[in-house]
């Protein structure tokens, strides 16, 4: 009997191990998958493949990325907030879908508070308020006067409804008491096409979109959304500098994982993944387009993510946006 007692122990015991084996041999099994919710060749995608690169080498798994563009990044989303939270689907996007989408249509089928555990941001990046090099407007100051010369007329060009360009400019109008006249696109690219051939005269554009047309003269740069200057516009003010406090804007991603995501694994995804951003030859490359290094840790981006989903739903209420 107590030799049978014993047995029962040690096969107990034995199960017990393999169970604890189990859950800390994520990532060993497959693959893991980072879904990003827009098409290939933007600057979610790029950030995501840079950084997957070098995350896959400290997780010794191979990284797949999973691109489901459509929806303003609903489908995306959705996609992975489906998944298993089992650290094997991951989803990497920019603030709007975690903070901006789901105040603007009400119908999104996910909440971004609640479905997603959030790991870190890698990154972050002003706006730049941008118009074309043949604009007589050369400042902050000039452009709120032609704002207020024709109120509703002057053109802004953004790269899709909800998108940060787009509530960039809300909050510039709101906060210098003037009105422009909206021009959503299907993606800052053709924004930007028009912007320079000069069917439009301002866009509020992420700093690394539009850097090259900074420095090949083709565009004039009036001031960056951030509440620094640019190490890579050293010369161009802040808004805040122009003039125009409570302006202040970045762009972001991050990473997060359906909810629900054990500790541990949670704990190796932020470790990763920041340990890979931070590395010094992807974190210079992404310096030199303009980006800023977060990396910070699961606790601190909930919380961001949080005053931010808070920030931009007071606008979008404020404001009276609604989706188009």
């Known amino acids: 009997m107590k030799w049978t007692t014993a047995l029962a122990g040690v096969a107990l015991g034995m199960t017990l191990s393999a169970g604890a084996r189990a859950e800390t041999s994520w990532p060993k099994e497959k693959p893991i998958t980072i879904v990003v919710p827009f098409p290939a060749g933007g600057s979610t995608d790029t950030i995501a493949r840079m950084m997957s690169k070098t995350m896959q080498n400290n997780l010794g798994q191979s990284i797949v990325i999973d691109n489901k563009p459509g929806a303003t990044g609903i489908i995306g989303m959705s996609q992975a907030k489906r998944a298993a939270p089992d650290g094997y689907t991951l989803v990497f996007a920019s603030l709007g879908p975690f903070v901006i989408v789901p105040h603007l249509n009400k119908a999104t089928p996910y909440d971004a508070r609640k479905d997603f555990d959030y790991i870190t941001i890698p990154v972050q990046a002003p706006n730049v308020l941008v118009t074309r090099t043949s604009h007589a407007v050369k400042s902050v100051a000039e452009a709120?006067?032609?704002?207020?010369?024709?109120?509703?007329?002057?053109?802004?060009?953004?790269?899709?409804f909800g998108a940060s360009d787009h509530l960039s400019a809300e909050l510039f109008f709101q906060q210098t008491k003037t009105a422009g006249l909206h021009v959503p696109y299907k993606g800052g690219a053709p924004a930007i096409n028009d912007?320079?051939?000069?069917?439009?005269?301002?866009?509020?554009?992420?700093?690394?979109?539009?850097?090259?047309?900074?420095?090949?003269?083709?565009?004039?740069?009036?001031?960056?959304?951030?509440?620094?200057?640019?190490?890579?516009?050293?010369?161009?003010?802040?808004?805040?500098?122009?003039?125009?406090?409570?302006?202040?804007?970045?762009?972001?991603?991050?990473?997060?994982?359906?909810?629900?995501?054990?500790?541990?694994?949670?704990?190796?995804?932020?470790?990763?993944?920041?340990?890979?951003?931070k590395d010094p030859a992807v974190a210079s490359q992404l310096e030199k387009q303009g980006l800023e290094i977060v990396a910070n840790d699961p606790a601190t981006f909930a919380a961001y993510q949080a005053k931010e989903w808070d920030r931009w739903g007071r606008l979008i209420s404020t404001r009276g946006i609604k989706m188009e």
């Open 144 to 160: 709120i006067a032609e704002l207020k010369a024709k109120p509703g007329t002057v053109t802004f060009a953004n790269s899709g």
């Open 195 to 277: 912007l320079i051939g000069g069917q439009v005269e301002y866009s509020f554009q992420n700093v690394n979109a539009v850097l090259p047309y900074i420095q090949a003269g083709q565009m004039r740069a009036l001031a960056v959304t951030g509440t620094h200057r640019s190490p890579v516009l050293p010369d161009v003010p802040t808004l805040a500098e122009s003039g125009v406090t409570g302006a202040e804007v970045y762009s972001w991603q991050g990473l997060a994982a359906p909810a629900g995501l054990p500790a541990d694994v949670k704990d190796k995804l932020a470790q990763a993944a920041v340990k890979a951003i």
